[in-house]
Nanobody
């Protein structure tokens, strides 16, 4: 069984920064892909950033330059640094993981079979 535990997030004013961390455990294998998605009330879950087993990082185009995804020092950890936050970034941020090899961009939520519980990010105006 795979388990994803997110930490971080919180409340920040416009222009501020927050970071998220996701720790994966269980039978993950060596060719997994991890990603961040976010969901605001009434909206679909949106791809934010992802990294595959080759350490190729993908971003939602509109978030490039403000959001940075990276691997943590601990094995099987995915980080997300969010700078220049805006009220429209307010959402629940979910960590996702796919254990089987993925050769395409990890932008669709249907590609992922394991999800974390979510971390709230709120940006006040």
């Amino acid at each position: 069984q795979v388990r994803l535990v997110e930490s971080g997030g919180g409340l920040v004013q416009t222009g501020g920064s927050l970071s998220l961390s996701c720790a994966a455990s269980g039978r993950i294998g060596d060719t997994y892909t991890m990603a961040w998605f976010r969901q605001s009330p009434g909206k679909d879950r949106q791809f934010v950033a992802g990294i595959n087993w080759k350490n190729i990082i993908y971003y939602e185009d509109s978030l490039k330059g403000r959001f940075t995804a990276s691997r943590g020092d601990a094995k099987n950890t995915l980080l997300l640094q969010m700078n220049g936050l805006r009220p429209e970034d307010t959402a629940i941020y979910y960590c996702a993981l796919r254990t089987s090899t993925l050769v395409q961009q990890p932008t669709a939520r249907t590609l992922f079979m394991f999800w974390g519980q979510g971390a709230q990010v709120t940006v006040s105006s």
